[in-house]
């Protein structure tokens, strides 16, 4: 992070005021911060947060925003430890996109002494340096040159148009393996966007110079995260694909204005709700016995039709388990926080979120429906589980009914035992809805 950058760690759903001056270690952003913060922005789907009169209101949006004067950091809400949540991010991050988390120890990456992007370029680089002392990644690329002999296939044409310019060489078409390849091409411009967004920290600096060194022959182009994204996977780029997931990431996110060097506007951030899903989702396939499935937002079916008799409104659970193709039960995973002492009994279920478990029960004619929440400190030691039983009418099933769990984050950190415990918890879960898992 750059001399005189002003850093802030917030966490989702905060709201913190904006100040013409700002007083020593005063939680506010000012009025230019806030502005350069939003042109970092500009390369995401939507901003992590609202400006309102006086001050700005975080979303459910974590990760970091980092522009030349101004260096946010969104946390989730859960321990309201920074080391903690920064680790539970990562490891979030890592389990929905498939990554083994053992190198997320905290001794490793320091969870307390850096921000969670300075821990996602430590990742990055760590993932890659191993990589590259395995072997750099090479491919196949079609050559054309002139040579004293013949190599791979001769061009007599070529040499007949060329007349008597040199008569000793020869017109060949070869492949050869380098280095110099899309693949790596696009590795470079991520460690180029990290070293920009290394500024300030000197070990990063030098771990990252470290890296480009090893793609010293690999030419300097401008790579999308798209571009990334479509490169062909195979078996013999099967071990760089870490390394290429977390190259989208420095690539996905960059303003347009990001160059020589300096992180002057970037946002890294990711939807909880999203995150939260997609996490649970990698872990359950992992729980189910033999004989059950699980499908993500799927099977889709429709609500309603319309005058012409075109299907609308499409349904997608987040998760159906299906056994011989029926819907035996269906979770809905939700980002939010559940209040046990509501006084009007809801446990804080929003009353939208029953309305939508109420038409999947009906239309997938599935009694068994669920909604998962992550646990917080006053829901982790309640051994009471709500369910909230459906009053029949019309088609709604009979007996059927909302069970309302939560998923313990407060598990054992660091490494794969945090998986593991996620699985034991998630196998409970599934037993409350009457689902045998396997562990």
């Not at 992070?1 to 700002?22: D, K, Y």
């Not at 939507?46 to 209101?57: D, E, I, L, R």
């Not at 771990?207 to 480009?212: E, K, N």
């Not at 046990?340 to 939508?356: E, F, I, L």
């Amino acid at each position: 992070m750059a001399m005189g950058t002003f850093r802030l760690v917030v966490r989702e759903h905060e709201r913190i005021p904006i100040v013409v001056a700002r007083m020593n270690d005063e939680r506010a952003l000012l009025p230019q911060e806030v502005a350069a913060m939003l042109r970092a922005c500009r390369a995401t789907d939507n901003a992590p947060f609202t400006v309102g009169h006086q001050s700005v209101k975080f979303n459910q949006q974590c990760g970091v925003i980092q522009a030349k004067s101004v260096c946010v950091e969104i946390l989730p809400k859960v321990a309201e430890d920074d080391s903690f949540d920064r680790g539970l991010l990562l490891h979030m991050l890592a389990c929905a996109a498939g990554f083994k988390i053992d190198c997320l120890g905290a001794s490793k990456l320091r969870l307390q002494e850096h921000t969670t992007l300075q821990v996602l370029v430590q990742w990055f680089c760590t993932e890659l340096s191993a990589q590259c002392h395995a072997g750099m990644l090479r491919e196949y690329v079609s050559c054309s040159e002139e040579l004293p002999t013949i190599r791979g296939r001769w061009r007599p044409d070529l040499d007949f148009r060329r007349g008597h310019r040199d008569p000793a060489k020869l017109s060949c078409e070869f492949d050869e393996l380098v280095a110099d390849n899309r693949y790596n091409r696009a590795l470079k411009a991520a460690l180029h966007s990290a070293r920009a967004l290394a500024a300030g920290s000197a070990p990063l600096i030098r771990q990252v110079d470290l890296l480009l060194g090893w793609f010293v022959d690999v030419a300097d182009c401008h790579v999308s995260a798209a571009d990334a994204a479509i490169l062909p996977r195979n078996r013999l780029v099967a071990r760089y694909e870490r390394a290429l997931r977390m190259a989208e990431w420095f690539l996905a996110r960059r303003a347009p204005d990001l160059s020589q060097g300096e992180a002057s506007g970037f946002a890294m951030l990711f939807d909880m709700n999203r995150l939260f899903q997609a996490c649970l989702g990698r872990l359950l396939h992992r729980c189910l016995p033999q004989g059950l499935r699980l499908q993500e937002e799927g099977p889709r079916y429709h609500l309603s039709l319309d005058h012409a008799g075109e299907r609308r409104f499409q349904m997608k659970p987040d998760f159906c388990i299906v056994a011989e193709g029926k819907v035996v039960a269906i979770i809905d995973a939700k980002w939010k926080r559940l209040t046990p002492d509501a006084s009007n009994g809801t446990w804080g279920v929003q009353q939208a979120d029953m309305y939508q478990l109420h038409a999947y029960a009906t239309a997938y004619e599935c009694p068994k429906v669920a909604l998962w929440y992550p646990a917080y400190r006053h829901t982790e030691n309640r051994a009471q589980r709500p369910i909230f039983q459906f009053l029949t009418a019309g088609t709604t099933p009979a007996n059927a009914e909302v069970a309302i769990d939560w998923i313990d984050l407060f598990q054992a950190l660091p490494g794969p035992n945090w998986a593991h415990a996620m699985i034991d918890d998630l196998a409970s879960c599934l037993g409350r809805m009457g689902i045998d898992a396997m562990v």
